[in-house]
């Protein structure tokens, strides 16, 4: 007879972005591990090649349901999307529920609550009142999360900095936090030359023009208005190419022409892996406000390609000055870090080198599943020791070994 699993789902609300690339690794790693594991999204916020993954997932043993949560207050909707949580977890009784980013958390805890799901968690992936600007929705952000806290198990966050924020901001007390260090493939950092000469021509650089890549979602805290003027300043000859995609596309547009870089700087949507697009720049930028763990860096370090980015939490850790140049989010303190890092070749080696040996070390997928296999199974035995009744035989289900 099979031993059963332990059910496992995960709530998001938008698949797009860092998220997509954290369900999109970690699920099937937990789906080895040997859970039964649910991811549970809406189809509001979701990348080009979101059905394509989804297809993968699916093909790696994932079960996928849709329910149409969106961002932002929405009454109405809410209260549909919470009744549409609770009948799931109500049909299917889960184990566990993780949920992740603001509206997934709220709707997600409270449906499990109401569903009698015996094991909460939660990852932020950056709360929301960091990343807001409007004072008022701050606070509301902020109280939320506070109230949310006392219905959680256990909150997971994704870097030192993240776990920091949620205990000295009274968020979750010090022994309901734990740390779950994002973690990606390991691979060797490949720089083709005939990769980058078919990308210098796609784009009309030149063989002697330094190639500077930034990746992420077209949002304001991304910082990519900062960077834009910033390379106004930058006197080095350089050309960066923008890719990602998101709501502030046409704005970045402008931007570019109101800042005459329209022959400096190329925008593309995520068309060819972000690692293939490092593997061929001698250069990976990011200027965000805020950050909670960025994959763009841990890609770019990954990828043996040298990074600067602002002295903020999230990128702060993952550099420290030793693996990447930080400055400040100030656009003429980030056009002199471009300027000297383009200037000296052996720097730029020291940084890509020092990057991979930590990030491949420490930053390892199989590193970040394992950690959370742990929790689940800790969390799950502790909640059967309190009287939960889990759908699985825990015994069994505990005991079992990955295979």
Not at 103 to 124: C, D, E, N
Not at 246 to 265: D, F, N, S, W
Request: include cysteine; hydrophobic fraction near 40%; charged fraction near 20%.
């Amino acid at each position: 007879m099979n031993t059963p699993k332990i059910k496992i789902v995960h709530v998001v609300e938008g698949f797009i972005g860092g998220l997509a690339t954290y369900m999109f690794h970690v699920l099937p790693g937990l789906h080895r591990e040997r859970f039964e594991v649910t991811l549970i999204c809406s189809l509001g916020r979701k990348e080009r090649a979101m059905a394509e993954k989804f297809s993968m997932l699916r093909k790696a043993g994932i079960i996928i349901h849709f329910v149409p949560m969106k961002r932002g207050f929405t009454p109405v909707a809410d209260l549909y999307c919470l009744m549409s949580l609770w009948r799931i977890f109500k049909k299917h009784r889960y184990d566990i529920i993780h949920t992740h980013c603001s509206k997934a958390g709220l709707l997600g805890r409270l449906a499990a609550v109401l569903s009698g799901i015996p094991v909460r968690l939660h990852s932020s992936h950056c709360f929301a009142y960091l990343r807001c600007g409007n004072s008022l929705l701050k606070h509301l952000y902020y109280w939320v999360e506070r109230l949310l806290g006392m219905i959680t198990v256990k909150y997971i966050a994704v870097s030192p900095s993240e776990l920091e924020n949620a205990v000295s901001s009274s968020l979750f007390p010090q022994e309901k936090c734990l740390l779950a260090e994002n973690g990606i493939p390991v691979q060797n950092p490949s720089h083709s030359a005939v990769q980058k000469r078919v990308l210098r021509s796609e784009f009309g650089i030149s063989e002697k023009t330094p190639i500077i890549t930034t990746g992420c979602r077209f949002v304001n805290y991304k910082g990519l208005s900062l960077l834009l003027k910033a390379l106004t300043h930058v006197s080095s000859d350089c050309h960066v190419i923008i890719a990602g995609q998101g709501r502030l596309a046409r704005q970045l547009h402008r931007k570019i022409v109101q800042y005459r870089l329209e022959e400096k700087v190329s925008v593309m949507t995520p068309n060819i892996a972000i690692d293939r697009l490092l593997g061929v720049s001698d250069m990976a930028i990011l200027c965000s406000s805020r950050e909670a763990q960025p994959y763009f860096l841990l890609e770019a370090m990954m990828a043996g390609c040298p990074v600067i980015a602002t002295d903020v939490p999230g990128n702060r850790e993952l550099l420290m000055n030793q693996r990447g140049l930080l400055v400040p989010p100030d656009t003429k303190e980030i056009a002199k870090g471009i300027d000297i890092m383009l200037a000296d070749q052996s720097l730029r080696e020291s940084f890509a080198e020092s990057a991979y040996r930590y990030v491949s070390s420490r930053h390892r997928l199989e590193r970040q599943v394992e950690r959370l296999a742990e929790v689940y199974r800790t969390h799950l035995k502790q909640s059967t020791l309190h009287g939960a009744k889990p759908t699985t035989d825990v015994t069994a289900a505990l005991n079992k070994k990955a295979v």
